[in-house]
């Protein structure tokens, strides 16, 4: 029988080589414990800057680092005795640590738009359909992780604000691992900052021109508040709840330095 690392090691096209005894490992119960994200803290502190653009060189060239962490989300998935702050920061980290892999994978590129089918067809064979993402013996896409993991386990809308697709008009990808302790403030830190920013909104009184993200993710928005009454939790300028309201055209650039 194949060794178990070895196995999945090879699936994340590495060349290390780990030996074990025995039976693979349970990650269940009391043989489960949280990742503390150092690794990828430490990569986003070296090739994010302050304003979310990313530097896909140097995550290039350190590419073994990368991979190694999310070796180590793969065969330490969350478990039910983790409190739900950590389990939701452990899907956050590897769905963004996730992204910035497969576009190094494909770098250079204009978008990561440009991977995927060469036939444009809306929502078919996309970047986030890729199945390329191992945990334990299941392969998942993006889209697995945001939207049949994330937004139906988790009632937490400010995931909007956390997951980033690798382009200008998406939220900014924190220059820090979401941590479970504090992933509250993150996330509320994360809204603000979104809706702050002029080239992803732009937020007056009487007139909002929003990110077509709170188009696409309405429902979320709103199950239990108007949009508007949502938007005013962290919104720099107080909306009147009879606003008009358009939506920007989506920049989907690669968001690099």
């Known amino acids: 029988m194949k060794n178990y690392h070895s196995a999945i090691l090879n699936l994340l096209g590495l060349s ?18 949280v990742p503390n994200h150092l690794a990828w803290d430490s990569l986003l502190q070296s090739h994010v800057n302050n304003d979310g653009l990313v530097d896909y060189e140097a995550f290039i060239r350190d590419s073994t680092k990368l991979n190694l962490y999310l070796l180590e989300l793969s065969i330490s998935p969350p ?10 920061a452990y899907w956050i980290n590897l769905y963004n640590a996730s992204t910035i892999r497969l576009v190094t994978q494909h770098y250079p590129i204009e978008s990561i738009k440009d991977i995927g089918s060469s036939i ?55 220059n820090e691992a979401y941590i479970g302790s504090t992933l509250d403030n993150q996330l509320t830190d994360q809204a603000k900052i979104f809706l702050s920013d002029l080239d992803k909104n732009n937020i007056s009184s009487n007139h909002i021109i929003i990110s077509k993200l709170f188009n696409w993710y309405g429902r979320d928005f709103k199950k239990n ?20 309201t358009d939506f920007m055209d989506y920049e989907w650039s690669l968001n690099e330095m």
């Open 16 to 33: 290390i080589v780990l030996t074990t005894c025995g039976q693979p490992p349970l990650y269940n119960g009391e043989n489960s414990s």
């Open 120 to 174: 444009q067809i809306p929502f078919v064979n996309t970047p986030w359909q890729k199945e390329f993402i191992k945990v334990l013996d299941k392969t998942l896409d993006l889209d697995d992780i945001e939207h049949n993991i994330i937004r139906e386990q988790f009632d937490e809308p400010r995931i909007h604000f956390a997951l980033v697709c690798a382009a200008m008009s998406c939220p900014s990808l924190r």
């Open 79 to 88: 478990d039910n005795i983790w409190d739900e702050s950590d389990q939701l």
């Open 225 to 244: 508040s108007t949009l508007i009454e949502y938007l005013n939790k962290y919104s720099p300028t107080l909306i009147n709840k009879d606003a008009e």
